[in-house]
């Protein structure tokens, strides 16, 4: 097994704003004693039957670092130990997790959460044999223009509750449905809100104004636009595809927001075969997403490179498209990510769990795998290293699951099984 190689760099500390459902959630967590306050306060998650660290040297020596009969203490917002129950310190609170087990939070690092308006009529067409293609989006950004700044944050903040009550604690989420310098930026601002990874994405397509002028819009996406988005994000993206942005566009989109301090994601090869992945990696992207349609040397140069492959297997799943092949990267020594690409086109689920049982039924890969890559895989794909793992000093960010072990993530699909989750150190869920 190849899960892939987590990140070289060291990872920001983001403070994000909760949601109103987080809020609450939080407001009945009882986890604190009275006598403590929740900075300094210390639990011990005992009677864990399985525990995923994704730390080899904590357990196993497997890429998950599994322990068994494990405990986990938590101090503030951070993980301060892990091991044999049977050793655990002495804390201030303790959590019988009941002989259940317990993994890091889920990385959703590809996601498309601020929009308005609803497919649904597209999708009934799709099921009934019309074939996806770009131009759908142009629906979406129809109705994300008409709505208001308060519709949008309403959007994004019940389908971050959503996934968080699917055990997702960390998320990614781009623009990409306004497509002009006033409803990308309001968009970012929106998406910032909640996130720190945000990511600025007006080269989803070209803006129906400029259909007849692509070049004048490439133009507008390097310079006002940008200019007006820079502040808000940290990432910046493009789809590379037909019917999208061809190489020499994406690559001087990417390269424009390099020169403004945003590091490349790109969406690359989903619809066919093309320039993107290797794009990817020479603009040293943390991700090239989707990575369906690869040639060997697409395969060769993601697996000898910092740049994470991050495939989306919902968007398969709601498009009937074809598979990415998990087994052929893994077994090349390329990182993968899973991630739900959330979006109300081609990908309209928050779950990843969801995602891994799809990982492991049609893309090849062993439920140990595809849980390595929603959670570690994921931080890789957004170089992070204070998440997606349990280990003393990341983030206190933990999924409790109604099961003994991780596999019955992929062995009991659709059941919701995630009964507990911890997000910097306090229980949400």
């Known amino acids: 097994m190849t ?14 704003t909760a949601d109103q459902a987080t809020k609450d959630a939080m407001s009945n967590a009882t986890t604190v004693s009275p006598a403590h306050s929740a900075s300094t306060a210390s639990t011990l998650i005992t009677n864990i039957a399985a525990l995923v660290t994704n730390d080899p040297s904590l357990g196993d020596n497997s890429p998950l670092g ?14 301060a130990w892990t091991g044999d129950q049977s050793k ?12 259940r087990a317990v993994l890091p939070g889920f990385v959703d690092s590809h996601s498309h959460l ?7 009529q597209e999708f009934n067409a799709r099921m009934s044999g019309r074939p996806y293609s770009a131009g759908g989006i142009r ?25 968080l009550r699917q055990g997702t604690t960390t998320f990614e989420t781009k623009s990409g449905y306004g497509l002009t310098t006033h409803d990308e930026s309001r968009a970012l601002r929106v998406a910032a809100r909640h996130t720190d990874e945000v990511t600025y994405l007006g080269a989803h397509i070209v803006a129906p104004e400029f259909a007849e002028d692509p070049a004048a819009y490439v133009a507008l996406v390097t310079g006002e636009m940008l200019d007006a988005c820079a502040p808000h994000a ?21 390269t424009a927001g390099k020169a403004r301090g945003l590091h490349p994601r790109i969406h690359a090869n989903q619809l066919s075969y093309g320039p993107g992945v290797r794009l990817a990696v ?9 990575c369906t349609h690869l040639t060997e040397e697409d395969v060769d140069a993601l697996a000898n490179s910092r740049t994470v492959a991050t495939l ?40 990843v769990p969801f995602c891994i049982a799809l990982a492991v039924r049609d893309m090849g890969m062993t439920p140990d795998e595809a849980v390595w890559s929603a959670t570690a895989g994921g931080a890789a794909a957004l170089r992070r290293t204070d998440i997606g793992r349990v280990t003393p000093g990341a983030y206190a960010d933990l999924t409790l699951l109604d099961a003994p072990s991780h596999v019955h993530l992929a062995y009991r699909p659709g059941v919701p099984l995630v009964t507990g989750v911890w997000r910097r150190g306090q229980r949400v869920v």
């Open 3 to 16: 899960p892939g190689r987590p990140s070289e760099r060291s990872a920001p500390e983001p403070d994000p």
């Open 66 to 79: 599994l322990i068994q009969d494990a405990a986990v203490v938590i101090e503030g917002d951070r993980i």
């Open 88 to 99: 655990a310190p002495a804390t201030d609170n303790r959590v019988d997790a009941g002989g």
């Open 114 to 120: 601020v929009f308005a308006g609803d497919r649904t």
């Open 139 to 163: 629906t979406t950004v129809a109705a994300t223009r008409a709505a208001t700044d308060e519709e949008l944050e309403a959007n994004v903040t019940r389908y971050l509750a959503e996934a």
């Open 234 to 254: 940290r990432w910046i993206d493009v789809f590379c595809e037909k019917g999208a942005f061809d190489g020499d566009q994406a690559r001087a989109i990417l």
């Open 282 to 290: 020479e603009l040293d992207a943390a991700s090239a997403d989707h």
């Open 312 to 351: 989306l297997p919902g968007a398969e799943f709601s498009t009937r498209a074809e598979w990415p092949d998990a087994r052929r990267l893994l077994d090349a020594g390329a990182t993968v990510a899973l991630s739900t690409d959330c979006n109300p086109g081609s990908s309209f689920t928050s779950s």
